[in-house]
Antibody
Framework: QMQLQESGPGLVKPSETLSLTCTVS????????WSWIRQPAGERMEWIGR???????SYNPSLKSRITMSIDSSENQFFLKITSVTAADTAVYYC??????????????WGKGTTVAVSS | EIVMTQSPATLSVSPGERATLSCRAS??????LAWYQQKPGQAPRLLIY???TRATGIPARFSGSGSGTEFTLTISSLQSEDFAVYYC????????FGQGTKLEIK
């Protein structure tokens, strides 16, 4: 059974770069899209972006200028970087597998999430 | 941006009874809607996609309906493990989520 695990620092200073890793186990990262989603405390979830196993990316337009996603198929990992973070980037960050079977694009396997706080 | 609005925010239902959760989109998403269940400390779990198709392994007591802007998730006979937070999510134009409905034991 496929499992996803987020990892990264729990605390990032304002103006610095947030970097997270999602490690995929129990299956191959190939041939799929992979997404990052975040949820600030008390707020709704927000889709951050997606990366395909081939490296192609799509980002939430509201975050696009600060987001970079990448993938390392040899390690079964994909990555998220958010630059110039502020307190508004404090959230639980989830990674998920995105099934793309037109017209359906839904997230069928999720990690448990990792909490990231932005504070000096 | 398509805004998803769920109601009610909290629903209190007794075990064995039926629960009906609603989700409204600010514009049509056709049938491009998914439902997720989340329990504290756990990963979200996909229940429904395509507004009405149950995901693999999801019990038949979960059913989804609707199209356009109005959607419903029905749990026909609540089991103890069904008490959780439920989210709807549209994928017609990028992806956006509802704010969630907490289903609690009455």
């Amino acid at each position: 059974q496929m499992q996803l695990q987020e990892s990264g620092p729990g605390l990032v200073k304002p103006s610095e770069t947030l970097s997270l890793t999602c490690t995929v186990s129990g299956g191959s990262i190939s041939s799929y899209y992979w997404s990052w989603i975040r949820q600030p405390a008390g707020e709704r979830m927000e889709w951050i972006g997606r990366v395909h196993a081939t490296g192609g990316t799509s980002y939430n337009p509201s975050l696009k200028s600060r987001i970079t996603m990448s993938i390392d198929s040899s390690e079964n990992q994909f990555f998220l970087k958010i630059t110039s973070v502020t307190a508004a980037d404090t959230a639980v960050y989830y990674c998920a597998r995105l099934i793309a079977a037109r017209p359906h694009y839904y997230m069928d396997v999720w990690g448990k999430g990792t909490t990231v706080a932005v504070s000096s | 941006e398509i805004v998803m609005t769920q109601s009610p925010a909290t629903l209190s239902v007794s075990p064995g009874e039926r629960a009906t959760l609603s989700c409204r989109a600010s514009q049509s998403v056709t049938s491009n809607l998914a439902w997720y269940q989340q329990k504290p400390g756990q990963a979200p779990r996909l229940l429904i996609y395509g507004a009405s198709t149950r995901a693999t392994g999801i019990p038949a007591r979960f059913s989804g309906s609707g199209s356009g802007t109005e959607f419903t998730l029905t749990i026909s006979s609540l089991q103890s493990e069904d008490f959780a937070v439920y989210y709807c999510q549209q994928y017609n134009t990028w992806y956006s989520f509802g704010q969630g409905t907490k289903l609690e034991i009455k």
